[in-house]
């Protein structure tokens, strides 16, 4: 199956500071690669997601890169700002259809902090 | 207001009790999922379901049973035997149709063991 790493499991930086959070995934055959924030005691929320047929997204501050040759996607957020604090988590997928029903596999989780 | 619905909020479980945790949604979405969160352990997947009276184990279903019996509604029961049920869990649909489509996460179910 899928397996994801997700690097690193926590990362300090000052607000104005942009801040980069790296997946790697074991499965070719994933095609789907979202992002999550997850406040303290919320649930995951979708910040952004890219398909394996782009290679960059971006929306705002927050971009994603996809790199289908080395099996690894990142999340680039710029002009960090205290609001920004939470967990964030990469996932991957093949999409659904045959026996992945669209299922996700998540990374461990980054606690990013944003000091004022 | 579409969305998915997670009850209780928080939940207590006795030694030797099965408690059953509740997801429904009314977003008309085909998939729903099961999550389990400890600290530092990110998301591990329990059960999941594409369609009514259709599920499939996840990579941790041992201790849990879901049933499927309506769309809208995919209910997850903690058994007495899963040892260390203490977690977050998070409940999610999908859409399918052919891709990928991210999730919608119900607010989650916080169970303590007492």
């Known amino acids: 199956g899928e397996n994801v790493e997700q690097h690193p499991s926590t990362l300090s930086v000052q607000e104005g500071d942009s801040a980069v959070i790296k997946c790697t995934y074991s499965?070719?055959?994933?095609?789907?690669f979202p992002w999550y924030k997850q406040e303290l005691g919320k649930r995951p929320q979708l910040i952004i997601d890219i398909r394996s047929n782009v290679g960059e997204k971006k929306d705002q501050r927050i971009a994603v890169t996809l790199n289908k040759t080395a099996k690894h996607f990142s999340l680039h957020i710029t002009e960090t700002q205290p609001e920004d604090s939470a967990v964030y988590f990469c996932a991957a997928s093949r999409g659904a259809g045959g026996t992945s029903y669209g299922k996700l596999t998540f990374g461990q989780g980054t606690i990013l902090t944003v000091h004022p | 207001d579409g969305g998915i619905t997670q009850s209780p909020k928080y939940l207590f479980r006795k030694e030797g009790q099965n408690v059953t945790l509740s997801c429904e949604q009314n977003?008309?979405?085909?998939?729903m999922y099961w999550y389990r969160q400890d600290p530092g352990q990110g998301l591990r997947l329990i059960y999941y379901s594409q369609i009514v009276n259709d599920f499939q184990k996840g990579d941790i279903a041992e201790g849990y049973s879901v049933s499927r019996e309506k769309k809208e509604s995919f209910p997850l029961t903690v058994t007495s035997a899963q040892k260390n049920p203490t977690a977050f869990y998070l409940c999610a649909s999908s859409a399918t149709g052919g891709g990928a489509f991210g999730y919608t996460f119900g607010s989650g179910t916080r169970l303590t063991v007492v």
């Open positions: 499965d070719s055959a994933s095609n789907y």
């Open positions: 977003l008309n979405h085909d998939a």
